[in-house]
């Protein structure tokens, strides 16, 4: 229930109904624990502490509350190496797609199109499909370890490939058809994919888009193709000849085949999930069926309250992780709500449309899309009928407390979970409760299983403000970098706090609750999209106008400031390098990698090992001063570096 809409900062704004903690997640698993012997006390931070100091016991039974079964050799939870050696439930057997598919009735999906068609997908019609799918693959050749790839908006179709893979114990990855040629083959020509799954064109924006052009350069570039499958009934535009046989999605699927499963051992690759570091090709994160398939049970039936029967909308394009989580909620028994095109078009409101008319149960959005219906002055509550929403979970990036605020002003008395985890995890470190109550501004608590801490820069834990770190191993971490011999995926986690997983986050744990506060890399984080700035370099360096460019994503207060610093080559035009540039990022990679602003500077500053400083310029972008930032002696240049404070000093003098 509502306490006060108009909480301060750190007030408690909502609060549970004590009466109905019994039917939640945390109150069904803190029963089910009850009845097996184990005492966790009474409430969920004891529930917390206990999962974190018996991780074996704690996974081992939320398995089977889960009702998740192996096969295989009973043995160890997981084995005594450190991260990120730690292997878990050896010898263990299982599907993915077993558990998403088996023993649910009714509606599985409700598929929304842009242009107010609606699909409803049964469960039975779904298995058929998948059925089919997964047959028609394996005459083609396609094994386990063998990797199926899409290019698809989020559609049935999306669904069923990611299905049918698993189902064969094939490697799954998907990228969103607005990802420019170069962005997808830098992906998908890493995995060397025996079948493609592909839109010929797609809606966006009240638009179908021609993706032909693409495809062709796409496929060109994939040596390994055996095989494609267009999905065009989404879209008017026609397919183009193909380089090795293609078929159309309804002849893959016209034949019946029995649903069958390969059973594959816990850490078997499930799917290859895509987050770019700032240098070298994209990072390709394989994760496990297992590891999956645990974490996104726990987030849905704990830290989501997700329950058979319910509707579940998290607005997520097929290139986020968050679609994963999405269809992973066909494993509760819940109905997946999936929208193709642009959520927001042609307004904001229509998310709030939809959960109106869909009755739509759980809701996910980024905090951007809250801040945005915020500053349009939208009333959701006065608007439509939201009875049916019990539930709305915010990701991507910080929620302000103007933000919390406003939900509770304007959606309704619900339970506000504000979430943080990652691709890299396939999960949370940490979310909500809904038997806690909800403070202004404030992530509720650590997530089940989860040891987070905040450590300072010497590696010591600290309550105040420092590095999200994880001290011990989960599930879902990753398996591997696709490709990588170990060192990259080192690096990218494990290189400051040796056997410990540091993520990138700042984090701070409070009284009230927990405060993430932005990346500490320099990894992009735009309304909860993580973009390589790997990706932009490639395509905008490559024009002749441009010697070299800096992109960083500074987080300031609820915006977000995505500029790009280009050095302009010798003799190039200023306005004609910027109409380049843009051109360039829309046509090689999407609108999304847009800057929020071109500045031409002297040059690019770098370490003296030649490595751009991007963190110190977001930092100054934040208001850091020169000398904090970085150690002007490991500096190739430090004059063209206070070039660079200077400009930020004048952005913040002006801005309001």
């Keep these: 229930m509502i306490t006060d809409a108009h909480a301060a900062d750190g007030e408690v704004i909502w609060q549970p109904e004590p009466e109905g903690s019994a039917e939640t997640g945390v109150g069904r698993f803190a029963a089910f624990l009850d009845r097996?012997?184990?005492?966790?006390?009474?409430g969920y931070n004891e529930l917390w502490q206990w999962s974190v100091d018996e991780p074996e016991q704690?996974?081992?039974?939320?398995?089977?509350?889960?009702?998740?079964?192996?096969?295989?050799?009973?043995?160890?939870?997981?084995?005594?190496?450190?991260?990120?050696?730690?292997?878990?439930?050896?010898g263990r057997t299982l599907n993915f797609a077993r558990h998403l598919l088996q023993g649910h009735e009714g509606n599985a999906l409700i598929v929304l199109s842009e242009d107010g068609t609606r699909e409803v997908i049964t469960w039975d019609t779904l298995r058929r499909e998948v059925a089919s799918l997964a047959e028609h693959l394996r005459s083609r050749g396609v094994g386990q370890g063998d990797r199926v790839v899409a290019i698809l908006p989020n559609v049935t179709e999306a669904v069923i490939g990611l299905l049918a893979s698993a189902s064969i114990g094939a490697i799954w990855s998907i990228c969103a058809p607005e990802f420019g040629p170069g962005a997808i083959v830098s992906r998908f020509a890493q995995l060397g994919p025996k079948?493609?799954?592909?839109?010929?064109?797609?809606?966006?924006?009240?638009?179908?888009?021609?993706?032909?052009?693409?495809?062709?350069?796409?496929?060109?570039?994939?040596?390994?193709?055996?095989?494609?499958?267009?999905?065009k009934?989404?879209?008017s535009v026609p397919s183009i000849p193909t380089p090795v046989p293609a078929i159309d999605w309804a002849q893959a699927v016209v034949e019946p085949a029995e649903l069958a499963f390969a059973d594959v051992e816990f850490s078997h690759p499930l799917w290859v999930l895509f987050s770019s570091g700032t240098t070298g090709v994209p990072k390709g994160i394989v994760h496990g069926h297992g590891g999956a398939l645990l974490e996104e049970m726990k987030m849905l039936l704990i830290h989501s309250d997700l329950r058979p029967g319910d509707r579940y909308l998290n607005v997520a394009s097929t290139s986020?992780?968050?679609?994963?989580?999405?269809?992973?909620?066909?494993?509760?028994?819940?109905?997946?709500?999936?929208?193709?095109?642009?959520?927001?078009?042609?307004?904001?409101?229509?998310?709030?449309?939809?959960?109106?008319?869909?009755?739509?149960?759980?809701?996910?959005?980024?905090?951007?899309?809250?801040?945005?219906?915020?500053?349009?002055?939208?009333?959701?509550?006065?608007?439509?009928?939201?009875?049916?929403?019990?539930?709305?979970?915010v990701t991507g990036s910080p929620l302000s407390a103007d933000g919390y605020r406003w939900v509770y002003g304007n959606v309704g008395d619900i339970w506000l979970s504000s979430m943080s985890g990652g691709t890299d995890i396939a999960s949370i470190f940490v979310g909500g409760s809904p038997t806690l109550p909800v403070h202004v501004g404030y992530i509720q608590a650590p997530a089940l299983g989860v040891r987070v801490e905040s450590w300072d820069d010497a590696g010591n834990p600290t309550r105040g403000k420092g590095e999200l770190v994880v001290t011990k191993a989960m599930p879902s971490m990753p398996l591997s970098f696709w490709g990588d011999d170990g060192s990259r995926y080192h690096e990218s986690y494990f290189a400051m706090y040796p056997g410990v997983w540091?993520?990138?986050?700042?984090?701070?744990?409070t009284h009230q609750g927990i405060l993430i506060h932005g990346r500490s890399d320099s990894t992009l984080n735009r309304n909860g999209l993580r973009l390589g700035s790997a990706d932009i370099y490639t395509v905008v360096e490559a024009l002749p106008e441009v010697t070299e460019a800096l992109v960083v994503g500074a987080e300031l207060g609820t915006d977000y400031y995505m500029p790009l610093f280009v050095h302009l080559a010798e003799g190039a035009n200023?306005?004609?390098?910027?109409?380049?540039?843009t051109r360039s990022i829309r046509e090689n990679l999407s609108v999304r990698y847009l800057p929020d602003e071109i500045i031409f500077m002297?040059?690019?500053?770098?370490?003296?090992?030649?490595?751009?400083?991007?963190v110190p310029i977001k930092r100054l972008l934040q208001g850091a001063q020169l000398e904090t930032v970085a150690d002007l002696g490991s500096v190739d240049d430090p004059a063209l570096l206070a070039e660079y404070a200077r400009f930020a000093l004048e952005r913040q003098t002006v801005s309001p």
Aim: hydrophobic share 45%.
């Design 36 to 42: 097996q012997g184990i005492d966790v006390g009474t």
């Design 502 to 509: 540091r993520h990138g986050d700042y984090i701070e744990f």
């Design 233 to 235: 009934r989404h879209t």
């Design 195 to 231: 079948v493609v799954i592909a839109a010929p064109g797609y809606m966006l924006g009240g638009k179908d888009r021609d993706r032909r052009g693409e495809l062709g350069e796409i496929f060109a570039q994939l040596p390994t193709l055996e095989h494609v499958i267009w999905v």
């Design 602 to 614: 002297p040059g690019i500053p770098h370490t003296r090992t030649g490595k751009k400083l991007e």
């Design 320 to 393: 986020w992780v968050l679609w994963n989580s999405l269809i992973s909620a066909l494993a509760v028994g819940a109905t997946a709500v999936l929208v193709d095109g642009n959520p927001t078009f042609p307004s904001l409101d229509r998310v709030w449309q939809i959960a109106a008319a869909e009755y739509v149960t759980v809701l996910g959005v980024g905090a951007g899309f809250v801040h945005s219906c915020a500053k349009s002055g939208l009333v959701p509550k006065n608007d439509h009928n939201l009875g049916a929403l019990k539930s709305l979970q």
């Design 574 to 581: 200023a306005e004609v390098a910027q109409e380049s540039i």
């Design 58 to 90: 704690f996974w081992e039974l939320f398995a089977r509350f889960a009702g998740i079964e192996f096969g295989g050799t009973e043995g160890p939870v997981c084995t005594a190496e450190p991260m990120p050696h730690t292997r878990w439930f050896p």
